[in-house]
């Protein structure tokens, strides 16, 4: 009995231990969970300041790029201004210089009509001929080229110039020279130059006739072509009105054919040295047959026209010219076609040409006889340049 009351705890004792095992359990409860809460709630923190240093990033870097891109547009801006004023600069130049070639010539006694004003015109066209083509001549005026009072009113009403475009003898007052006056007087549609004919001279003759052009009318552009060709005036208009917000503009067929060294052919190139290595293909240039250029072209030829090197082939001389200026080539297979059935054919599915020849001939082949055939089948009716919207 001793025994077994002696292992017993005493009951005054029990509320004393449970008092000292509640303050144990407490202390030991708050000495452990105290670092780990700290160390939560360090954690937290270190969170939510990672996550405002990346919306603070995210936004500086987004104010970056705002700033950055309101610069780049600023500088743009500029840029689009100084391009404009430039242009406006060189095209006052050129008028400048126009006006001062105008007078030259007009002081020089050339074909130049009195006073300082040339006419504003759209497009300046100019047929190129010899003294011996008054068939070809007459073949074109019965086609596509109006007469009488329709030419005055196709420069009077739609700004186009058409004029057959021709220089003088070796002889002065020559027989052909009274020829070509007496046709004139009966046409009306020829324009003079100070030029001695030749057909190695055609170079020289393209230099003066853009020269002669520039300093009588103040046009968009101006037009060579050949008397052996068929054109259709209204889809010639339309075509270059497309271009005339471009200042230089360069439109034609282009093309890039072989630099021939051999003598005693046609189209020879005495200067074919200067192309590279034999078996070379000249830089790309419009066909000969019709190519336009825009009034800053033509009037940079008018200025620099004597510094201006001339090579045998004129459509060879009129690229070279050009190769080395801020220049848009335009190829515009309209203005290639073929005769019938080709040009026939593109007529009939809506596709009508400017221009249509024969390449084998270089123009329309024995075109006396077939440019009224040409002209029917491939032609886009008389009254449609009156209708053409330029």
């Not at 449970?18 to 923190?45: D, K």
């Not at 055609?202 to 968009?220: C, E, G, R, Y």
């Not at 007529?347 to 009508?352: D, H, S, Y």
């Not at 006396?368 to 089948?377: N, P, T």
Request: aromatic fraction near 8%.
């Amino acid at each position: 009995m001793k025994s077994r009351t002696s292992g017993r705890i005493s009951a005054k004792w029990l509320p004393i231990l449970c008092i000292a095992f509640f303050f144990l359990g407490t202390l030991f409860i708050n000495r452990f969970s105290v670092p780990f809460e700290s160390n939560r709630q360090l954690i937290l923190t270190q969170q939510h300041n990672q996550e405002l240093q990346i919306v603070s990033e995210d936004c500086s870097s987004k104010k970056k790029i705002g700033g950055d891109k309101d610069v780049m547009d600023e500088v743009q801006r500029t840029h689009e201004v100084i391009k404009s004023l430039d242009k406006s600069v060189a095209m006052l130049q050129m008028e400048l210089a126009a006006t001062r070639s105008s007078q030259e010539i007009g002081n020089a006694g050339g074909v130049v009509e009195d006073g300082p004003t040339r006419k504003k015109v759209f497009i300046v066209i100019g047929i190129n001929t010899a003294f011996s083509s008054r068939r070809r001549r007459d073949s074109v005026r019965e086609t596509w080229m109006p007469q009488g009072e329709k030419l005055q009113r196709l420069e009077e009403e739609k700004g186009i110039v058409i004029r057959f475009m021709i220089g003088h003898s070796v002889t002065q007052n020559s027989i052909l020279d009274r020829a070509i006056d007496s046709e004139d007087a009966q046409h009306h549609d020829f324009l003079r130059l100070e030029h001695v004919e030749g057909y190695h001279e055609l170079s020289a003759k393209t230099k003066t006739f853009f020269s002669t052009a520039v300093a009588k009318w103040d046009a968009d552009f101006y037009v060579k072509v050949d008397d052996d060709i068929h054109i259709n005036l209204g889809q010639l208009a339309v075509t270059l009105s497309r271009y005339r917000s471009k200042p230089r503009v360069y439109v034609g067929c282009m093309k890039s054919g072989p630099v021939l060294s051999q003598k005693n052919v046609k189209y020879h190139e005495p200067e074919y040295w200067k192309f590279g290595e034999e078996g070379n293909k000249y830089f790309r240039h419009a066909t000969g047959q019709i190519y336009a250029i825009s009034k800053d072209l033509a009037t940079y030829i008018s200025i620099n026209q004597p510094i201006l090197h001339k090579y045998a082939n004129e459509d060879v001389s009129l690229g070279a010219w050009l190769i080395g200026l801020d220049v848009e080539h335009i190829d515009d297979r309209s203005m290639c076609c073929g005769t019938p059935p080709d040009c026939e054919w593109k007529t009939q599915a809506g596709n009508i040409c400017v221009a249509s020849f024969d390449w084998s001939c270089s123009g329309i082949c024995q075109s006396v006889e077939k440019l009224k055939s040409v002209h029917e089948k491939c032609g886009e009716g008389d009254d449609v340049v009156w209708g053409a919207l330029v």
